[in-house]
């Protein structure tokens, strides 16, 4: 009987963290098209509005991925909890300061971060589900471990920028509010940029460190091969 039940757990977890993977993989390459075919369609007109076409699924992913945190915690996903967790909170908390401030929802920087953060998870979901099926690719593993770096660096690096314009809008308006959020808001954010560059490498020096035990241990696959 304990055998029977722990064989339909694992059978569970594997098509739960199948099903996670594919629902991220198929949602995010459903904004990057949209994202790409407004801006093929309608030029730089469509960067005003990419926020209202794809920010419910947008949000509704990157909400999604806090399951990522108990994934990691259960054993159902083998990577670094740290750099997850930094990654999954400044997404979601970027996200919230977008919502709630509508004028810069229409900013340039706010249709290439969701461009950047759509092409990370599409370097990532695939891999995943290729080693949930127990197939890796060497192709996959490289360029989920290599060339995910210097986007994710990219992408912080943007992210620092959206946060600077939402400052300076808050100060610009803090004037006509004498209310207790406009006040203290702009210095938050002046302490987010150093936090945002404090995690960014700490997560960055992970990653290289994630990155050499996995191919690391292809190699030594190979080799035994």
């Given at each position: 009987m304990?055998a ?28 990057l ?8 369609t ?20 990157q ?13 159902i ?6 750099p ?7 997404k979601?908390?970027?996200?919230i300061l977008v ?19 759509n ?5 990532r979901y695939?891999?995943e ?10 192709a996959m ?5 290599t ?11 943007n ?9 300076l ?9 004498s ?11 002046m ?9 960014a ?11 050499q ?9 190979m080799?035994?091969?």
């Amino acid at each position: 009987m304990k055998a029977d039940f722990m064989r339909r757990m694992f059978t569970f977890r594997l098509v739960y963290i199948f099903s996670y993977n594919l629902f991220q993989f198929c949602g995010h390459t459903w904004i990057l098209a949209n994202t790409i075919a407004r801006f093929l369609t309608f030029g730089q007109d469509a960067l005003a509005d990419t926020f209202y076409s794809v920010g419910f699924v947008m949000s509704l992913c990157q909400l999604l991925s806090i399951l990522e945190l108990f994934h990691i915690a259960d054993g159902i996903e083998k990577a670094r909890l740290i750099p997850r967790f930094f990654q999954v909170m400044e997404k979601n908390l970027l996200l919230i300061l977008v919502i709630k401030l509508e004028e810069i929802q229409s900013k340039p920087v706010v249709c290439l971060q969701f461009f950047l953060w759509n092409v990370l998870d599409l370097l990532r979901y695939p891999h995943e589900l290729l080693c949930v099926m127990e197939k890796p690719s060497i192709a996959m593993l490289w360029t989920r471990y290599t060339l995910w770096i210097p986007l994710y660096v990219v992408s912080v690096a943007n992210e620092g920028l959206i946060i600077y314009q939402a400052q300076l809008y808050i100060e610009q308006t803090a004037s006509f509010s004498s209310t207790t959020s406009h006040i203290h808001l702009p210095l938050v954010l002046m302490l987010c940029l150093p936090v945002l560059s404090l995690g960014a490498s700490v997560t960055v020096w992970q990653l290289l460190k994630e990155r050499q035990n996995h191919l690391k241990k292809w190699n030594s696959k190979m080799k035994r091969k």
